[in-house]
């Protein structure tokens, strides 16, 4: 039996400690930590990655404190519009959805488009219309509704800036969440999930939906799940890049994370960070922002939690 | 000066030269050869690779018989809905839309998203209202009437298949455009374009708008366009996995591109094929299906026009 690994993120950006308050601190730390027991449970019995990365994101998307499903952030037009997407190292089978509402768990969606459609990648009202179809869960508008993003929507539209996450007036936090897990039969998976950007327009996608951007998971080499400005992980094929720089140059997962997040995404001018496992259980967890959300846990270890730098 | 070139796809899949006539033959060349001479009057004035490969696609996207902008397949809805990108060798620029209605030039789009957004990726209505900002040339619904796409539809959805593409009864062409150029300058640029599938529902998203996927253009390696049965060449990342191998292994773009088509594609199952060229100017037209739709020109060199194996 293989040992069983799992990482995850909640997003990356301007995370300062000085702009923190402990008890905010303490519920991003729970929240994480839930996060992670919920992927390690299905794992411990003996479950596939699959389904850990699945229940670790639900977790965090019902979560109100990360954009993504329930704390999914406002478009322009005061809508939250959520992308996600899942691969299974195992086969390099892959699911994804663009710009879905009112779906409770957007990464479950993705997970339904890849194993019960011959497709890879559903959109906007098509994408719902395949969920009413399964009768996957639906929330209502004010659900999602959480006054803080409200707020943070307002602020944007005065300034006809549009943030890439939560807020803190400045930059703020890049809103995403993340897992990436192998399970005892070896197998590599990764998951991502986003409620995008504030304030955005144009239905404008992300990395996040994006196999080979956002999500990557190959057995033969490592499982990958981003968090950043999407614009230049798209560009950059990031997931699948460091997965390329281990598979064709033989580096390692350590290696290939580096390069990639912190010489060619700096080159370009991508801010935002990764969260990579390979086969062996190594766990990577890279970032060039102030902070990234993250935790990891790899079997009969103890619980590794951190937010800055 | 670096000597241009210039290559083309007009789609893959099942062509027979026994379904052919001769008018019919004989259409696609005249179709394929001005889309070559398009592009070359741009890099003869010694014009950008970009702009060749807009204006090659534009003129493909205005000819009914290929399967993308007025020649676009039918939705299971009797809609056109149209996916495009574009990317820019030299600084990895890059611009994509998806599910596009009554644009008449979605590359034209595509790279508008590039130029003239912060965005990469726009879709559906979004993608729509940023044409209409830009006053982008649209076409009512008749102009994309093409009968025979429209007898494909009711064909498909009497047998409630989803075609790849045209048609021809059994499993059919598979529709897409595309092109890629290196200029004077020593710059390469990709570009694809598409209707997508006869009868497709719920939104479905190919590989044509997947930067990494569909498309892709790197000054360091080569310039990529693919065609086929999207959803395998989105879970292969085709056209930077060809980049990688030429990049991190030091595979010549011929071997490179074998290996993608011919080796790793065909194993997992998947259709089609690509055009690619490097900065050494080798061209290749690579496919596993029967056919591909294909053309290309060298400076000073003569046309070669192609559509059987």
């Known amino acids: ?26 519920a991003y730390k729970k929240g994480l930590s839930d996060a992670i027991a919920a992927g390690e449970a299905v794992l411990k019995k003996g479950g596939r990655s699959l389904s850990a990365v699945e229940e670790a994101i639900r977790s ?39 710009g879905v509402r009112n779906i409770k768990n957007p990464i479950s969606l993705a997970r339904a488009v890849m194993e019960k459609s011959e497709h890879v990648f559903l959109s906007g009202d098509g994408a719902m219309q395949f969920a009413e179809k399964l009768k996957l869960e639906r929330e209502p508008d004010d659900y999602f509704f959480v006054a803080e993003r409200f707020e943070q929507l307002k602020k944007a539209k005065e300034t006809d800036s549009i943030t890439l996450d939560h807020n803190d007036g400045s930059k703020g936090k890049i809103g995403t969440v993340g897992c990436v897990a192998i399970d005892v039969h070896g197998n590599l998976a990764a998951g991502t999930s986003t409620g995008g950007m504030t304030n955005k327009k144009f239905g404008r996608v992300g990395d996040t939906p994006m196999i080979g951007s956002g999500t990557y998971a190959n057995n033969a080499t490592c499982a990958i799940s981003c968090t950043g400005h999407g614009e230049f992980f798209i560009r950059a094929v990031v997931a699948h890049d460091v997965s390329c720089l281990m ?38 967890l890279v970032f060039n922002s102030e902070g990234m959300y993250r935790a990891s846990k790899r079997q009969d270890e103890s619980l590794y939690l951190g937010i800055y730098k």
Chains 1, 2 share one sequence.
């Open 1 to 26: 039996m293989n040992p069983y690994a799992i990482a995850i993120h909640g997003g990356a950006g301007t995370i300062l400690q000085s702009s923190m308050t402990p008890e905010k601190e303490a």
């Open 60 to 98: 965090l998307e019902d979560n109100p404190l990360f954009n993504a499903g329930r704390g999914s952030v406002f478009t322009n037009k005061g809508k939250n519009e959520m992308d996600a997407s899942i691969m299974n190292g195992r086969d390099l089978t892959a699911g994804a959805v663009a």
């Open 247 to 284: 598979e064709y140059k033989g580096l390692s997962l350590s290696e290939a994370c580096k390069i990639v997040v912190q010489d060619k995404l700096v080159k370009l001018g991508g801010e935002g960070g990764l969260i990579a496992l390979d086969t062996k259980g190594n766990i990577e």
